[in-house]
């Protein structure tokens, strides 16, 4: 009877199906995930009336959007995260202004400004993710204003760059990037492996995407890819019955566009950029006489300048210097990078470095930002269980749900050498990310729950 009982299939929960928003409500989010499209980042970013206007309109729309009427009770545990998050900024807020109070810290108001907006806008995105929650609503509803916003964000930057900021195509570097990339071709992944209908903007969208990156030499990025594919093998291996069936037949579909979009990308891309190819192979093995990576050694003497300020004294180590601290590259490693670029201005020496542990520790400290690193790595575990709830079928919740482990694990090797959060975009589309993580992995964690209180009672002698 034992062997009976395990062998039978655990009744499951009432899947909770999802409906499609009111057209109102599709206008406030499309206001909300669409303007940003339009940001740039570059030397004088964030300073112009226009800019205003978009970062007014994001907020207006994703403040409106959160206070519209609910169908359903929230996610507890998206509720716990969100006020974990907040209840960050708070901290950060009161050790600033502390440490302002006391001349420990050198961030003014508008550096501080700059530096947290993108965190405020992760916070509204959870809000947002709760709200679609709470309306019943699918979360298939965020992607198509991320993949036109995708689209024309990429073209947008590069048109920028090369026109407003007077960029040479041979100079292009992270200025035509957009951080809608990483959140792209994770939606990608999930539509070619589960849903039955391809998405063709999708496609186009991520062909775009692909030759940008090649044509900005951006050597994180194929890290970043590998570890999606990584995040993919993982999720085969979770999946179980007809959802793994479809998505191992899927998975060839997925190489076969892989390959054809790739070799499509390094074509357009050698339209725009002809010495594509000499430009990677000087970029991935440094200059001929020294082969020395010149981009990390700025971020050797960058990641030196900040424990220097960091370790200053107990109260930075403790809870940082607070959001647009500034601080200076060690002078130590600037002979050996004249030596490796000497064609190169000193200043380009002290670019910063925006990794994410790094800033973090400059920003928060230890204990604050160790809070901050928590709750990053809970969105992580929750993107991991989700991988249970995958399904595909339009309506579950579960439609979407390989799309927040594949965006988390795609930008593992990201975090290092970079920092999602400092756009503002790039802070509210990681709390999008985080949001839906949260309340889909929340969900399979009750289920299997539900599945295992059930397993004594169905083991009773009758």
Known sequence: MIEAARAEKPIAAPERETFPLPWQLKVLLWGFVFPFAFDYKGAASGGSLIQYAIAGTTLLSGLLFCIQP??????????????????????????????????????????????????????????????????LASFSELVPPLLVAGLLS??????????????????????????????????????????????????FTSLVMVGTLLVSITRTYVLAAGFAIIGVVICLFMLRGVTKTFALRRSFLLVSLSVLMGLTAVGLALIVRPKLVEAWVARTSGPARTRIDPSLLSRRAAAAGIMREVKRDAYSMAVGK??????KSDTHFAPEYIRVVPIFPTAAFSNGMDSVYYTTLLYNGVVTGGLFLGLCAFAGYYSFLA??????????????????????????????LGDPLVERYGGLLMGLVFGVAVVVGASAKAESSRVVQRIPHELQPA
């Open 70 to 135: 609910k169908e359903d009770r929230g996610s507890r545990a998206l509720q716990f995260f969100t006020f974990g998050w907040w209840f960050f900024l708070a901290i950060s807020l009161l050790t600033t202004l502390v440490g302002s109070a006391a001349g420990l810290t050198d961030a003014d108001f508008g550096k501080y400004i700059r530096a947290v907006l993108p965190y405020i806008y992760c916070g509204i995105s959870l809000s947002v993710v709760q709200t679609l929650f709470r309306r």
């Open 322 to 327: 607070g959001f647009g601290a500034s601080y």
């Open 387 to 416: 991988l249970r709830r995958q399904s595909i079928k339009p309506s579950s919740l579960g439609y979407w749900a390989s799309f927040p482990f594949f965006t988390i694990m795609a930008h593992i090797p990201v975090t290092y």
């Open 154 to 203: 990429s073209m947008f930057r590069y048109y920028y760059a090369r026109h407003g900021m007077g960029i040479e195509t041979e100079q292009l570097r992270y200025q035509i990037v957009s951080p809608v990339t990483l959140i792209v071709i994770p939606i990608m992944l999930t539509n070619i492996l589960f849903h039955e209908k391809i998405n063709k903007l999708g496609l």
